[in-house]
């Protein structure tokens, strides 16, 4: 498809745990997406997900829906094609860490630079006693509402790039993407909002 392309930017507005399906047995249960410098990013598929979801509760009709995201087991791919959303200034971190001297390497690694991004929380299900649930203790690493990068109080922004194949497509897109509220899990906590 040779259309039109577009940046879809999602700013935080509170923590997000975008779940990667991986878990490191007896330290995180539930881990975020992350590059192999240890960038956090959300997932393009989980990404259209969220915007498919919301089309269809604006009350998009089936066959707008269907020109945005394709129609279910579809074979030629149509509408929208999305890539994954990266960190705002991706390219400028990227190029900044595969740049560092050797020595450097040592002492900023990928996991270094994830728990900028990150932190771990804990949670337990309390019984109708009051006291936590025997072995309901989760650990959920989330990705941090503000940029550690500049003063740490600017809310932290991916962005995704969009290709689309028109105007009236990207008109319904806007319309979706502002209808997307939530992304992630853990609402129930406090997480997941955007914008």
Request: aromatic share 6%.
């Amino acid at each position: 498809m040779s259309g039109k392309h577009y940046l879809l930017r999602i700013t935080l507005k509170s923590d997000l745990c975008v779940g990667s399906g991986y878990s490191y047995a007896g330290i995180i249960d539930s881990d975020v997406c992350y590059d192999a410098l240890g960038l956090p990013y959300i997932p393009a598929r989980r990404l259209k997900g969220c915007l498919r979801e919301a089309a269809e509760m604006i009350g998009l009709s089936g066959e707008e829906t269907d020109r945005l995201f394709g129609a279910d087991a579809q074979d030629a791919a149509r509408g929208i094609f999305l890539g994954n959303a990266r960190l705002e200034h991706y390219g400028e971190m990227r190029s900044e860490l595969l740049h560092m001297g050797k020595n450097m390497r040592k002492y900023v690694t990928p996991q270094n630079v994830l728990e900028e991004f990150t932190s771990v929380r804990a949670q337990t299900k309390i019984g109708e006693n009051g006291a936590a649930k025997d072995n309901s203790l989760r650990f959920s690493r989330i990705v941090n509402h503000y940029s550690p990068v500049g003063s740490g109080q600017e809310e932290l922004c991916f962005a995704a790039e969009v290709e689309l194949d028109g105007e009236k497509t990207a008109e319904m897109l806007e319309r979706v993407a502002k209808a997307v509220l939530n992304i992630g899990l853990n609402l129930n906590r406090g997480m997941r909002s955007v914008q």
